[in-house]
């Protein structure tokens, strides 16, 4: 079956470091993936996504590019804001209408 | 656009009796809702499908009796835990789904606390 694995959290950086978080992915064919952050006591909100090989997702400073050969959709952010503290979840969709697979999510903590 | 409430946001119940959670779509017809529950510091698990007008999908292990799902229109979805008890206590999100040319992804709720003592 479909699944996804995250690094484990919580991350803790600080204001202005590099962001780099983990997601593979175990699908057949080419499904969609993406990345929803949680923020305190709030629901998910997408943050970026792709739907084909080498598509690259971008929105509000991060990143991730669609891997097929690494079956991987890493998340990156070049410089991190106290504000980006949240909770990040990688997930993927096999096809329009199904449901999301999502990976366990990972903590991010940033510092001033 | 493509907003999706839940009410209430968060509940306190006695064990023994049932909540009805409320989602909605504002701005858009969903043919699809989905309903998931978050424990702390772990993942959303997906607990059933439904689609308008005709009865959920419930993932392996869900109990269908306990968790009753009605979709009853193209923008309100219930979520009724019968019976809770405190191990029901979690964070139920839910999050509602049409397919065409301005949408095709699922918009998520805020997300509705459950707390049974």
């Known amino acids: 079956g479909n699944s996804v694995t995250q690094m484990e959290g919580p991350v803790t950086l600080s204001e202005e470091a590099f962001l780099t978080i983990n997601c593979t992915y175990t699908?057949?064919?080419?499904?969609?993936l993406f990345w929803y952050v949680q923020y305190p006591g709030e629901g998910l909100q997408l943050l970026l996504k792709?739907?084909?090989?080498?598509d690259k997702g971008s929105n509000k400073g991060f990143e991730a590019t669609y891997r097929k050969e690494t079956t991987s959709f890493h998340l990156e952010k070049g410089s991190v804001q106290v504000s980006d503290s949240a909770v990040y979840f990688c997930?993927?969709?096999?096809?329009?209408?199904?449901?999301?697979?999502f990976g366990t999510g990972t903590r991010l903590a940033v510092r001033p | 656009g493509a907003v999706v409430s839940q009410h209430p946001s968060w509940v306190i119940c006695k064990s023994g009796t049932s909540v009805k959670i409320e989602c909605r779509s504002l701005?858009?017809?969903?043919?699809?809702m989905f309903w998931y529950r978050q424990f702390p510091k772990q993942s959303l698990m997906l607990m059933a499908t439904?689609?308008?007008?005709?009865?959920?999908?419930?993932e392996q292990g869900v109990e269908k009796d306990k968790f009753l799902i009605n979709h009853a229109s193209l923008t309100l979805s219930t979520l009724t835990v019968t019976s809770a008890h405190p191990e029901d206590s979690s964070f139920y999100i839910c999050?509602?789904?049409?397919?065409?040319?301005?949408?095709?992804?699922?918009?998520f709720g805020p997300g509705t606390r459950l707390t049974v003592l």
């Open positions: 999050s509602a789904y049409t397919q065409g040319d301005r949408y095709n992804e699922q918009f």
């Open positions: 439904s689609n308008e007008g005709s009865k959920a999908t419930y």
């Open positions: 699908a057949t064919g080419y499904p969609s």
């Open positions: 792709a739907t084909k090989a080498d």
């Open positions: 701005d858009f017809q969903a043919t699809t």
């Open positions: 997930a993927l969709k096999k096809s329009s209408g199904d449901k999301l697979t």
